[in-house]
């Protein structure tokens, strides 16, 4: 019989994460049942901002926002405040992948003001800022000129907070 | 699963959950519900399978929904990341179960029958014609997933080359977070809108046009 512990996949008590020393190099610990966890080496982002993730935190004040990261534009991870399911290294390349958008848009002569992909349950929503990017994974049904005026204030903040020097 | 004298069925479909059943909760309650759990065991079910599939969504929408009701659950969740998780390894064959949970051992009875198609399968014929009448868009294309231009209206050729990069952009970031069923791409910048979406299986439409509102009602359900 298989044995397991859903809030390990998904979440970390305050405890763990009090626990958790923070490190720069971390290991991401892969277990089976009943077997010795396994450690891999990962690499993480620079250092996340917890000013910028409380900022972020904003946003879920809109009905259906799900949480949201900000990158600079030269593709880091300033801070995010996604669920625990996405705490992973997929968050960097989310990050990477949002800086590459910018620049082929740039390239391509359409310097992006705001964007927004669509799938089948949610939308990943984009605000270029002075500071970086903003994006926000909502809701398909969320309300888009209350997560507008959200994403605008939130924006303005997060550049007082970061400093359009800092981050280019 | 069984948890702490809890049971509940999860019937997955092709990959898809289709079915839940928890206590008397039926369809996404019960997939929450169960999610909802910390600990237990798990083994295949006996349960007959259902004659109409009580859950619709994709999994990453039913996961992202349970993760975020379980944040919204949890005061002061902490924010910090520790950049740690745990897989854990599917048994490697069917798990004989005791006592209460006995019934669920067996092979899952699985009629075969078609799964449910997501929205973007459906042919939407018209979008590429009604293009054509709108005098909004500049230039546009339609393309196939391999990037192959079926179509195109206007000077689309840089407009192809974008459409077939942002759309692999579309499919790695929806990876990133969990998102399945790429619908479409919207970008305001300072003079126009690039919109692209998808209007069959395998193919897609980009276009650069000053009225968005225009193409939204061709691929916006």
Redesign the interface.
Known sequence: MAKWKLKDLFWVSSTEAEAAPVSTSPKIEVTASSEAPLEVDVELSAPRNPQVEKVLTMLRDVDGVVGSVAVTNAGELLGSDLPRLFEAPGLDALALRLSQLRAALLSADAPMKTAAFRYDGHALHISQLDCGLLGVLAELRTHEPALDMAARLVGQRLEATVGRTSVF | MCSEGREGHLFFDDGQIVHAVAGERVGEEAVFEI?G???????QSAEAWPDEPSVT??W??L??TA??K??EA?A????????????????PAP????SKASELVTSLPRPSRKAPQ???DQVNEGAWAAIGWLSSVHCAARLDDSGNVLESRGDAQ??SG?AV??RR??D???????????????????S?W?VLFVDAPGSYIVA?TTAPQELRSLY?S
């Open positions: 999610l759990w910390t600990t237990g065991t798990f083994g969504g994709a990453q929408h996961l992202l993760a975020q379980r944040d949890q002061g969740f902490p924010t910090v990341s520790t950049a740690r998780f745990v897989a854990v390894k599917k048994p798990a004989l179960v005791t997501p929205e973007t840089e407009l974008l990069y942002v952009l579309a790695l970031m929806g990876e990133n977070l969990g998102q399945a069923g790429f619908r479409g791409f919207e970008c305001r910048s300072e126009s690039l650069s916006r």
